[in-house]
């Protein structure tokens, strides 16, 4: 596959304890991580795809870091194919709140996705799903994301394969309630040096500017007097070491 970039907008809705949404625009790159894109010397700073921020850090290659994840679930990606969602690293700095895994078995079926979540004290949490025809998954909460809610719950996702479109939904259900909900929406764009290029100009430092924005949302929520949730041990998965 060619790499891809998605200028989108990223949407955050909360309707409990207090309603508050937030919406930041930036861009994502959908990629073959056996295959990252091949940019000209000048361009590279703006588009790194490393490793050490993926799963545990330590394998060699990011598919080798997927292949560890799932072989400790039983899950054998074999020669099948990969394609990744994800922020690229910008100068050296990256952050990454949501990286998707879509997995083909070689025959071109949908083998699994998995979602891979950072929060912003420097932990990382991976979901296995097994989506339906129409592209949903469900999985229990299982990773302290927000300190506005507690490690409870369920996600409901829609998660289908950008091509066109992206277009990305996660719901956090609890208690017959439907507090949060996230939203990715953007459009395809060939992913070379001169696209890049432009984006960056738009969204400059786009990964810092991500991490920032919640932060700084994060702030305004605490001086609403949202109540701030303890956060627990954070146990590291197998297959993520």
Known sequence: MNSSLYPCTITHVRTAPRRYALRHR???WLIDPD??????ALLRPLAGFDARDHF?????TVRAG???????RGVDLADGTVTM???ARVLGHVFNPLTVYWCRRSDGSPLCVVAEVHNTYGERHCYLLRPDAADRAETRKDFYVSPFFPVDGDYRMRLPEPDRRLSLTIHLEREDARPFTATVHGTRR????????RLFLRHPFSTAAVSAAIRLHGIRLFLRRLPVQPRPSHHTQEGMQ
């Open 35 to 40: 295959r990252p894109p091949e940019l000209p």
């Open 56 to 60: 545990g850090g330590t394998a060699p």
């Open 66 to 72: 997927l292949e560890r994840f799932l072989s400790s």
């Open 26 to 28: 930036t861009y994502l």
């Open 85 to 87: 969602l994800t922020q």
């Open 190 to 197: 060939p992913g070379t040096p001169g696209q890049l290029l």
